[in-house]
């Protein structure tokens, strides 16, 4: 990724589930069930480790012994300045920039099992091209998200859908945990996941951030 | 903490549920109903993000508007050698040495949600006081582990009752994600979790690393 989006945006990468009203009503049905019998009411959290950073341009092993990998679309948010407890109406003061994020996972039936082995793969969270500075968006909740694997566009959402917007987030989580500077919010991805192969070519795009390219690899033998 | 330890184990935090006999025990019958039907196969990880670091000494804040804070005593491992599918019997090898790590935590009825809420708040994980290097701890199995509360003994357990051995994480984990050079393992902590409050001194102790001492503060209206 770019050295500016690199030095920016060096610190804990937070995955936030189920953030599109799409998705979210596709699994209305299964949170009646036990063990939950309603929907979640705050943000459901994930962490991508530092393992999983991965660039514009660059290769994503597929993994030996799966049987689907997907890409996650998302819109991510590089926090600017340490927020605690902040308000929703002050929250975007905290935002240094946007960028792109893919964040790659094995699919999971459920949201049970805490994500780390689905979700925190190496090379299974790809940022960039750029880091846009918070200025030069207008309306983070505006913005269109599309996915395209081998130039045809197989997923495209708005991120007006999303739960919680951007400020929302970043007051909700800043209530129980300090965002620092260099964390990245990595704001969802919408309903419609789709499968890639080794040999495909992944891109998402945001609309104002560019575009993301990344390479879907076999895996070695032998790494 | 100490200089050594700060710069040794300055990765990412790995925590380790159910990774105690007596622990998985108590949980075996919720583990038959839905959505499981049967016990975790794999080691069931969290994460403990950079937020949540604390050393020895320090005060641990007892956050506002939660009803219960648990200590968690655990044996941490720092990795000092790059580790990617390693055997078991090669595991050891990739280890610098060992610390004490207090993962405090909001106490949770089930394993379903990302635990980020529960177990990130700041400063929850406290690590020290000393990094010991994997050569002066003879046998990681054979330490017994114990937790005081002013003073009390509440919690005494053995790593001999691990449900994973420290080399069988490392060979498990590095399976599916490649541990880098300063992560830190949690390996679990024991059955029999006790409440701590404000104004309480609490202390994990492990055999040959010495005892980990925080005290228990109460949140300030205003940070």
Chains 1, 2 share one sequence.
Do not use: W
């Amino acid at each position: 990724m770019s050295r500016a989006l690199h030095d920016a945006a060096s610190g804990t990468l937070f995955g936030v589930a189920l953030n599109y009203q799409g998705l979210l009503n596709q699994r209305l049905a299964e949170f009646e069930q036990p063990p939950y019998q309603k929907p979640p009411v705050k943000p459901v959290l994930f962490i991508k480790t530092p393992n999983t950073r991965n660039g514009h341009g660059q290769p994503v092993v597929y993994p030996q012994g799966i049987e689907q990998l997907q890409p996650g679309p998302a819109l991510g948010v590089v926090i600017g300045k340490r927020a605690t407890r902040v308000s929703v109406d002050n929250a975007l003061a905290h935002v240094a920039g946007y960028t792109i994020v893919n964040e790659f996972s094995l699919p999971e039936d459920s949201y049970y099992r805490p994500a780390v082995k689905a979700k925190c793969r190496d090379g299974f969270c790809a940022l960039g091209p750029e880091l846009v500075p918070a200025a030069q968006v207008a309306d983070p909740q505006q913005l269109s998200i599309k996915l395209f694997i081998n130039g045809q566009l197989r997923q495209q959402n708005s991120t007006a859908n999303m739960v919680r917007s951007v400020a929302q987030l970043i007051a909700e989580i800043s209530e129980f945990m300090t965002l620092h500077e260099g964390d990245v919010l990595i704001t969802g991805t919408p309903e419609g996941r789709v499968d890639v192969l080794p040999g495909d070519q992944v891109e998402v795009e945001i609309s104002g951030l560019g575009r993301l390219t990344n390479s879907i690899v076999a895996a070695q033998e032998k790494r």
